[in-house]
């Protein structure tokens, strides 16, 4: 992929990021064609700066959410092809956004997951948890498929249920430790 320096940086701190935070992931990715594998390095640096948000220790909810509303802000611009370019993953996020037309929706949905993840998760049914799901792990699917230049309607689907049976298999390993964390994300009704 034809890059100037700006972005040829930014996908470097992507890479980076990627590498450092997940190895399976990043070495599933160099499989993946360099013109499009950039943009993955951008889309999972960005998932990840989300999630740690969410995530963050030591600071309480309303600074978590100011946080989380300014990435937002900072994730619109990107999106309007005009990132702050300081912020590595926003230059390279807003280049993969132009080239494989990536729609702001499905980064949204995700923000909105790891809103709800703000406090600890509790879900009453099925569907709550499905849809949490689909914001943090099913949007994700979509993004790929999405860079990767798929856009069958079908394919789609399956991307969201994949991320869906992903975010499942998460629930289940993670069990005992989210449940000592005050977390459940079981469908309350359903046990």
């Keep these: 992929a034809c890059m100037n320096a700006q972005l040829a940086e930014a996908v470097a701190a992507c890479e980076r990021v990627t590498r450092l935070r997940a190895r399976n992931f990043h070495y599933g990715l160099r499989l993946t064609p360099p013109d499009r594998r950039w943009a993955m390095y951008a889309v999972y640096a960005w998932m990840r700066q989300a999630d740690d948000l969410a995530d963050a220790e030591g600071l309480d909810r309303a600074e978590r959410e100011r946080r989380m509303r300014a990435f937002r802000a900072d994730t619109d611009a990107a999106f309007a092809g005009q990132p702050d370019a300081a912020q590595p993953a926003m230059v390279a996020l807003a280049e993969a956004v132009r080239r494989f037309d990536l729609q702001a929706r499905e980064f949204?949905?995700?923000?909105?997951?790891?809103?709800?993840?703000?406090?600890?998760?509790?879900?009453?049914?099925?569907?709550?948890?499905?849809?949490?799901?689909?914001?943090?792990?099913?949007?994700?699917?979509?993004?790929?498929?999405?860079?990767?230049?798929?856009?069958?309607?079908?394919?789609l689907r399956l991307a969201v249920d994949r991320g869906i049976a992903f975010q499942l298999t998460n629930v289940l390993r993670d069990l005992r430790e989210d449940l000592d964390a005050g977390r459940c994300y079981l469908p309350l009704r359903e046990y």
Excluded: I, K, P, S
């Design 108 to 155: 949204h949905d995700m923000l909105a997951g790891q809103w709800g993840d703000l406090d600890a998760a509790r879900f009453e049914t099925w569907d709550e948890l499905r849809e949490f799901c689909y914001r943090v792990a099913g949007t994700v699917g979509v993004v790929c498929v999405r860079v990767w230049g798929v856009r069958d309607e079908e394919a």
